[in-house]
Structure formats: C-alpha cells, structure tokens
Nanobody, 115 residues
C-alpha cells in the first residue's frame, strides 16, 4: 500500500489549495478514505472522510463549508479542496486508510497559511 500526498504550499489567508493523494497497492474502490492534519505542537486530528463510492462525506465542524473531499475510483486518487484558508489551518495534511484495522498514512503535505 502506498499513499502519496501532494499539493500543499504557502497561501495567504482566504486562499485556496487542492491537495491530492495518489494511492496504489490495494483495491481503492473498496475503502473509505480520510484526510487528517497535524498542526505544529498539536496532535493529529481527523478532518474528513469519504465513502468508498463517494456517495457519503463527513467533515469536522471547523472545516465544514470550506473543505471538500472527493475521489476518483478510476485514477485511484482522493482529493481535498481547501478554500477560505485561515492561519489555524496551517498543518501537515495526511491521507489515511484503514484496511481491517491496519492503518496506513502518507508522508503528508505541508499547508502554511500566512501573510
């Protein structure tokens, strides 16, 4: 199993980014996928999850209306559109997969929101 994130960067408050997670080594369309983040000096926190077929999504309250998770079951990718970014969104963003209790993480992509 491989999860490889990309798309992070430095953006001003109010800006947007599109994060992507390319996956391989498992049957992507069978599993829900999630994004987590870890801010400096804090623990890793769940942000959002999408069902295996993309029909259901869930978001933590602080990102609802600003973040949108999506997936492409042909390209085996999951994406996170992050809009209206705030300084408190600064974090390393991770792709997350749980296969029957075995957890996989990507290496993460840094998002920095600053003037």
């Amino acid at each position: 199993v491989q999860l490889v994130e990309s798309g992070g960067g430095l953006v001003q408050p109010g800006g947007s980014l599109r994060l992507s997670c390319a996956t391989s080594g498992f049957t992507f369309s069978n599993y829900e996928m999630s994004w987590y983040r870890q801010a400096p000096g804090k623990g890793r926190e769940w942000c959002t999850t999408i069902s295996n077929d993309g029909g259901m999504t869930r978001y933590r309250d602080s990102v609802k209306g600003r973040f949108t998770i999506s997936r492409d079951n042909v390209k085996n990718t999951v994406s996170l559109q992050v809009n209206s970014l705030k300084p408190e969104d600064t974090a390393v963003y991770y792709c997350y997969l749980n296969i029957r209790g075995v957890v996989y993480w990507g290496q993460g992509t840094q998002v920095t929101v600053s003037l």
